[in-house]
């Protein structure tokens, strides 16, 4: 990993980090549980691009949404309420999520 300082940016942070190698990759067990924060903006600013999107979750379906292009997340319906209330007024959250299959995590509880 790369790290380079940028300055003090209107968001509190100052560095900027790129990925150069990747030493290693192992699969995990399908029992594992792991944190992910989920941010539904790409950005912290208002874009004036067309074509540009700053949201990272699109709707699958009525408990399903894909997050990052990449990742489809399930919510179960007692997550619902809050997963929307969370991602409609544009405010991350953390969750405890698990494999569901190879494309497919589940979240399991929020923090």
Do not use: A
Request: neutral net charge; proline residues 2%.
């Amino acid at each position: 990993v790369k790290e380079l300082d940028i300055g003090e940016l209107s968001d509190g942070t100052r560095y900027e980090y790129s990925l150069l190698k990747v030493i290693s990759k192992e699969k995990v067990s399908d029992t594992v549980i792991f944190r992910m924060f989920i941010d539904p903006l790409r950005y912290y600013h208002k874009l004036e691009e067309d074509g540009i999107s700053n949201y990272t979750l699109s709707q699958l379906n009525d408990s399903t949404y894909l997050y990052m292009d990449k990742v489809e997340i399930e919510i179960p319906h007692k997550f619902l309420e809050y997963f929307r209330k969370k991602t409609n007024n544009e405010i991350g959250f953390i969750g405890n999520f698990k494999f569901v299959n190879g494309k497919r995590i589940r979240l399991g509880s929020i923090r």
